[in-house]
């Protein structure tokens, strides 16, 4: 008989690696190291990638690719989520430490790890208060647009080390400008390495699978060295690099990456960074938390399990506050890497601690290897993972759905791209906040009448029903709160001033769950005036819950009229000819 006990329970719900390992076997165990070993393979070059992009020491991508999974296997829900440095998450990173110290000092790289830590400590304390909602705020039209315009600004933030020259900014006009400016110092061979490298990489990600597959490998086999592709890269570019000592004319190198464990490492505690990182701390931990919780959904779907979004704010907190004490900066569960993980078949986190395993073993084995590097390969491999992010599109689907959604999408990509990250993302929350306050302010009301032989009621506009002179019934179909209650009020006088002999307005409550404190006065307002000129005020099929706040007010004790549990039998009770109409 299993051991349960509410302590029991506690450590399993806190602790989800309780709950997979007590099943653990030596099938999932090969699974999952079958799967560790694809995804160390292209979690390497991508790590040392995103520091760049970060415009940290490339080391710290290793760092924040180690105890991070490990963190996560412990407190983690998803069986396929893959956490480290992600392309947005670094370009944020950079965006906010940049503000704060010059690149390449001691102060940018604490910094980062304070930012990391940071994020881990507001994701934890929105784990334990289940704030998960939170990032309900985020829109998909803004995450997509966001993400769209960060998948440009990063490849292009990217074309320096392409080019070899020199180039800064946090918005595209500043890149590109700055981009321009420096043209002229283009170094060919650094040029010629980058181009290739990139076009070698979208040939890897297009067609070197097929190929593989056409020369007889197996499809195991052939997934495995395709995901190598950026490792191929790194070694072909790092040995033509040495062998041709390219340094001297002016190809520029990673250097000396330090070959070790994980440095312990401690955040700032002062008070003035902490101020100015907090912004960016917040925003990270939410768009961190929406793509991989967004992530995780989508693959957990797949294989019919679920995660528990609370818990992954924990996991994720945990993550990253692993990062910070190791030597690391912000990570999240990545898309790309957590697909590769997924269809590798990991089966439990513990593939992700078996990533950290491979990944150590890198930092302490093969980094003296690495010094030759060109800094252009990394960026075609960061140019050739981000723009894969890049989706259009979604301004024309918007477009067609929504004139709103277009809006925020719009706003999104052209304030990211012209502003900053930062600017970008807080702008399109604020605007969807915004749009949805001013769509919903107008809710949609429809009088409605009876459809012939039936007991539905229906739009007068848009069918063909029967209504009664002495009888106005409107349908609400929008929640009644502070912003819209003006609109109701209105909307109902509009109606009633008329010729008409109006004895009855009936609001039909079906779609409204939720009436608040200004709308409460606006119905008893409403109930007012109508009881002046004559007409009473009824309501149809209120839910309960709504129900149940209306009887703790006086409103239905002053309410001229009745409140009916079906709209239908509020028409028979108000015009008696129910009978007639449903011949």
Known sequence: MPFST???ETLRRNLPILNWAKDYDRDTLTSDLVAAVIVTIMLIPQSLAYALLAGLPPEMGLYASILPLVAYAIFGTSRALAVGPVAVVSLMTAAAVGNLALQGTAEYALAAITLAFMSGVMLLVMGIFRLGFLANFLSHPVIAGFITASGVLIATSQLKHIFGIDAHGHTMVELLGSLFENQHLTNPITLL???????????VRKGMKSMLLGLGLKPRLADVLTKAGPVLAVVVTTLVTWGFDLEAQGVKIVGEVPMGLPPLSAPSFSAEIWGSLFVS???ISVIGFVESVSVAQTLAAKRRQRIVPDQELIGLGASNIASAISGGYPVTGGFARSVVNFDAGAETPAAGAFTAVGILLAALLLTP??????????????????LSLVDFSILSKAWTYSKIDFTAVAATIFLTLGMGVEIGVSAGVALSIFLFLYKTSRPHVAEVGLVPGTQHFRNILRHEVETHPELVTLRIDESLYFAN?????????????CDEPIKHVVLLCSAVNEIDMS???SLEEINHRLRDVGI???LSEVKGPVMDRLQRSHFLDELTGTVFLSHYEAVCALTGDCAEAAK
Not at 485 to 497: H, K, M, S, T
């Open 6 to 8: 509410p302590l029991a």
């Open 193 to 203: 390495i980058g181009g290739l490298t990139v076009g070698f990489l979208f040939w």
């Open 281 to 283: 701390a917040l925003l």
């Open 369 to 386: 290897l690495l010094f030759f590097l060109p800094k252009a390969t990394l960026a075609a491999t960061i140019i050739v993972a981000v």
């Open 485 to 497: 209650a003006r609109f109701l009020e209105d909307y109902v006088y509009d109606r009633i001033a």
């Open 519 to 521: 709308a409460l006065e």
């Open 536 to 538: 009473k005020l009824h």
